[in-house]
């Protein structure tokens, strides 16, 4: 129709569906010009382009359509200058949120991967730094299904709080089960944290000299590590001074087979007087 175009039109013009056209006009957000009525065609206006980009340009920027719907019913400059000047705000906080993501993601990708530079090393040493951890007590009969519920608790805890978590869980096992051949009865299960005073259940792991061991296999396996730490801390005149903690390097996050499983152990420990 002379000085109109059709929905086919717009459509390429806009780099967008019909189907997107046709959903904004059943919400009211951008109807046609003219509507035939034999055939039920759309037809749009030349002003009407000009509309729709503003409507894209906002979904771009970030505003949802029921949004765009309301501000356009009476838009003007300072109307306008206002949401805008809202949207900043909600722009810097999803980058700081990305950063944050980033710098999460960065992290595990760098505990990998010195995990495996280091996994056939044996035992080692190394003085850590101080650590808090975001735990969660394991029930009774403390076997791998009630760690794993303690585990899944954890991370809810932490989105519900939004908590600045390192996406990688946890578990710190009693030195008396250890000692028994008990080495999967965990009594808590954790995710590392960044410092924060706003959740219960937080824990300080203090700095201090640590033996360690890098676990590869399922976790029912882990045992023969565990007797490989025990025997290099007796030979070495090293005294267990706490219970283990058991960082996942490489777990069901990252990879479907339990036999590249990754496993960091550690105690804290001393020379023996």
């Given at each position: 129709m002379e000085?109109?175009?059709?929905?086919?039109?717009?459509?390429r013009y806009q780099n967008i569906s019909k189907q997107t056209l046709i959903f904004y006009d059943k919400i009211g957000l951008f109807r046609p010009a003219y509507v035939d009525p034999h055939n039920g065609y759309r037809y749009y206006s030349a002003s009407q382009i000009d509309y729709l980009d503003?409507?894209?340009v906002m979904k771009k920027i970030g505003f949802s359509l029921e949004e765009i719907r309301r501000h356009m019913q009476h838009y003007h400059l300072d109307s306008s200058l206002a949401m805008l000047h809202r949207q900043l705000d909600v722009i810097d906080q999803k980058i700081a949120e990305l950063r944050l993501l980033r710098s999460r993601v960065q992290h595990r990708c760098q505990q990998m991967e010195q995990a495996k530079a280091?996994?056939?090393?044996?035992?080692?040493?190394?003085?850590?730094?101080?650590?808090?951890?975001?735990?969660?007590?394991?029930?009774a009969p403390y076997s791998?299904?009630?760690?794993?519920?303690?585990?899944?608790?954890?991370f809810v805890d932490a989105f519900q709080e939004q908590l600045p978590v390192f996406f990688q869980s946890g578990v710190v096992v009693p030195f008396e089960r250890i000692l028994a051949g008990r080495y999967t009865e965990a009594s808590l299960a954790f995710l590392p944290i960044d410092p924060t005073g706003q959740a219960a259940g937080v824990r300080r792991l203090p700095p201090?000299?640590?033996?360690?061991i890098y676990?590869?296999?399922?976790?029912?396996s882990v045992g023969r590590s565990y007797e490989k730490l025990l025997d290099h801390c007796r030979q070495a005149g090293l005294r267990i001074l706490s219970d283990s903690s058991e960082f996942c390097i490489n777990d069901y996050i990252t990879t479907?087979?339990?036999?590249?499983?990754?496993?960091?152990?550690?105690?804290?420990v001393e020379p023996q007087i």
């Open positions: 000085n109109l175009f059709s929905i086919g039109e717009v459509a503003t409507i894209l280091r996994a056939q090393a044996g035992v080692q040493l190394e003085d850590a730094g101080e650590q808090y951890l975001l735990c969660r007590p394991v029930a791998l299904r009630e760690v794993s519920l303690a585990s899944k608790q954890c201090g000299r640590r033996a360690c676990h590869v296999g399922d976790y029912l479907h087979d339990e036999s590249e499983y990754i496993t960091k152990i550690a105690f804290y």
